[in-house]
């Protein structure tokens, strides 16, 4: 019985770059299949974002109540005005009306209300309509 036994020598090293490099190799395909494969589409995107309509929101300055009227269509604020607003409060409040202008002025230039410039001149009062605006907003994404 004469067998020919073979002895395969395998080094260590070798083996250590190959499972490294079926590694890289794995890694690279589920990169490529991330980055490519089609993406689910949500069904709330492409509806809409807001369900269109006014929708108002509270504000109290003082003693005097307000109201923030939200105007919006399926995807973007169309314009916010105040109602309920008298002289009183223009006069206690000078920066709330050139601080809804500039609101105004943006809202065709955002994509959210977070995206808003706030001049320093009109910091405070900027801020606190559009705290009032993110909750009418909230209103409009509710309905949906």
Do not use: H, R, W
Not at 37 to 61: K, M
Not at 83 to 106: C, D, F, G, K, R
Not at 111 to 136: G, H, P, R, V, W
């Amino acid at each position: 019985m004469s067998a020919k036994t073979k002895i395969i020598v395998v080094k260590a090293k070798e083996l250590i770059y190959t499972a490294l490099f079926l590694f890289l190799v794995i890694i690279l395909i589920l990169l490529l299949i991330f980055m490519f494969a089609p993406e689910e589409t949500d069904v709330s995107t492409s509806a809409g974002v807001y369900t269109p309509g006014v929708y108002t929101s509270t504000l109290t300055l003082g003693d005097t109540v307000l109201d923030v009227a939200v105007t919006v269509d399926e995807n973007n604020i169309t314009s916010v005005s105040l109602t309920n607003l008298s002289e009183t409060v223009t006069a206690m409040y000078p920066l709330l009306e050139p601080s809804l202008e500039e609101i105004n002025e943006q809202l065709d230039s955002i994509t959210s209300i977070d995206d808003l410039e706030i001049d320093s001149d009109n910091k405070y009062a900027s801020l606190i309509l559009q705290q009032a605006i993110k909750n009418a907003l909230q209103k409009a994404c509710d309905n949906k």
